[in-house]
């Protein structure tokens, strides 16, 4: 499958899910989310402190922390995202695009 971005409402969702008592495996198939992305998603949550005891509204309270989160993987898992947007702005800058 294609790489994406997974929108915070599928975020949520899946967290909501998890919550719920649903397994990995039955989340992943019910979004259409691979395995992976489900546990890192809920990894991630629960470096934000959620934890499998927590209240469903717990959620909203997180939003916050665990954007932050999500940005900052984001950032560090893509070192050829950054050095190609660098040289774009390389390229621009020397021949005067726009």
Known sequence: ???RTIPMIEVEEVLYRWLKGMSLKGISRSLGISRNTVRKLITQAQQTG???QSKVEEIDGLRGSFMNLRLKASAENAPA????ANQHEHLIGERGLT
């Open 1 to 3: 499958m294609a790489r």
């Open 50 to 52: 959620l934890t499998h």
């Open 81 to 84: 995202q950054s050095y190609l």
